[in-house]
């Protein structure tokens, strides 16, 4: 079987729980970079793209938007060819060391998950993007300590 302790999957298949945990990792990874490019997006920016603003409103416009289509096309496109398979080619032989790097990607991308949906509504609270939200961190910080 799985490991399941408080039995929330009672009922549910082993082919369903991996079909679960494989999601899982999709979507970890996917917000792995998420919160890679909601960070990066202050700094870099591509050619033809340098108007479109950062962050949450990069969809106001209509560049942003292009921008936005062109990555779903894409993401459909892995995901239908099969080369988005969380599992394909893995290389877990059932170790400890292989069991202790899975482990590790499923938190981190639990972590990144939690991480996006702060990023997303900090933005929407305060208007600034995550590059900002994290100045203003470290002044505000600063400040404090001149204080103490």
Do not use: C, W
């Not at 900090?122 to 910080?141: P, R, V």
């Amino acid at each position: 079987g799985f490991f399941d302790p408080m039995g929330f999957t009672e009922g549910t298949s082993e082919e369903a729980f991996q079909a679960s945990r494989e999601a899982e990792l999709k979507y970890g990874r996917v917000a792995m970079l998420a919160v890679v490019g909601l960070v990066a997006q202050h700094f870099v920016r591509l050619p033809s793209f340098e108007q479109v603003p950062s962050g949450v409103r990069a969809v106001t416009s209509s560049q942003g938007l292009q921008g936005l289509l062109g990555l779903t096309v894409l993401a459909g496109v892995l995901e239908v060819s099969g080369l988005a398979n969380p599992l394909a080619g893995e290389g877990d032989d059932g170790s400890d060391g292989a069991r202790d790097l899975r482990n590790k990607e499923l938190s981190n991308g639990r972590l990144a998950m939690v991480g996006v949906l702060g990023i997303l509504g900090s933005e929407l609270a305060t208007g600034k993007d995550a590059a900002q939200q994290i100045e203003g961190l470290a002044s505000a910080a600063a400040a404090l300590g001149r204080r103490l």
